[in-house]
């Protein structure tokens, strides 16, 4: 049994991003968007701002209130699609429920929708045109490459439908291509006989948000499995009273497993690595202009100066 590990590969390509924006004379330049004080939240976005600083990008948090309204938060994202210093942003979900998440992801520019989830780069993907991918599913694409892990042909069930992991991830394992050529089943909470299913699969990706939902009555020898969840459980051995783990009940499931990513250092850190290789990759379709730079720069100046 092998453990994939995420941070290595995670730490590997964010040392080759930094390689490459280091030769950049304007760098990089990502925003989070954070509404309300979701504590989650907060550590993700923490997370990936440390990241830009590791690779050398420029980053920005803005926060607003958790009462700010749909359409204020609507006008702030039409700023940043204008913003031309602004290479990519996201907006970090859950969203108060008062704000719809789907008219906020539909209000992103699409060549600034680094985080992949608007329907111009999802139905890019379904079509297998240069896209922004969702950062989760292609840091899953990229784990299986790293560990040279076969995929054509291989039976690979998917349990969890959301737009940001399960149903992207099914639809890229089924694609022409490496890491690809599956045969994919996507299940869910309500697919009948769902034990069976899992139990023939050669490769299983779970996105679930159910904790230790898989147990090893539910794999079958030398599986490899994807587990995407990551769950706050009590615990009476960590001083906090909690732990994290996965969709995956990793110490019973691991003795049958050919593959498996932990949780944590499994699947998180490449989720954030993909999400600053979409961020150049998006700096680069539209590299920015010195001049215009320092005139937009000289601009701003003028109209903070009050004397």
Do not use: W
Not at 73 to 97: R, S, T
Not at 186 to 210: C, P, Q, R, W
Request: net charge positive; with cysteine; aromatic share 6%.
């Amino acid at each position: 049994m092998i453990i994939i590990d995420g941070e290595k590969v995670s730490n590997e390509i964010l040392n080759s991003l930094k390689d490459e924006v280091s030769k950049l004379k304007i760098k990089p330049h990502l925003v989070a968007i954070l509404v309300g004080h979701n504590s989650a939240s907060e550590t993700y976005v923490g997370n990936k701002i440390k990241a830009c600083d590791k690779v050398g990008f420029k980053s920005t948090v803005i926060r607003f209130p958790e009462n700010i309204s749909e359409d204020k938060l609507i006008k702030e994202i039409y700023k940043l699609n204008n913003d031309q210093g602004v290479n990519g942003f996201i907006v970090q979900m859950p969203l108060p429920k008062h704000i719809s998440e789907h008219k906020i992801i539909e209000s992103i520019d699409p060549s600034k929708d680094v985080d992949g989830f608007h329907p111009v780069n999802l139905g890019k993907m379904l079509l297998s045109l240069p896209c922004f991918m969702p950062a989760t599913p292609y840091g899953i694409l990229k784990l299986l490459d790293y560990y040279k892990i076969e995929t054509s042909g291989k039976k690979c069930v998917v349990v969890g439908r959301s737009h940001i992991v399960g149903t992207p991830i099914s639809v890229l394992m089924s694609r022409n291509s490496y890491p690809g050529n599956s045969t994919v089943i996507l299940t869910h909470s309500k697919t009948e006989n769902l034990k069976e299913i899992t139990k023939s699969a050669d490769i299983l990706i779970v996105a679930l948000g159910s904790p230790l939902f898989i147990t090893s009555d539910m794999v079958k020898e030398g599986v490899v499995i994807i587990d995407v969840g990551i769950n706050r459980i009590p615990s009476m051995v960590s001083k906090s009273g909690f732990r994290l783990c996965g969709d995956v009940d990793f110490d019973d499931v691991s003795p049958k497993c050919s593959y498996i990513t932990p949780v944590p250092k499994g699947v998180g850190p490449m989720t954030i690595a993909s999400l600053l290789k979409n961020t150049l990759q998006s700096y680069k379709n539209n590299p920015p202009k010195e001049g215009k730079m320092l005139r937009t720069f000289i601009k701003k100046l003028k109209l903070n100066d009050t004397h």
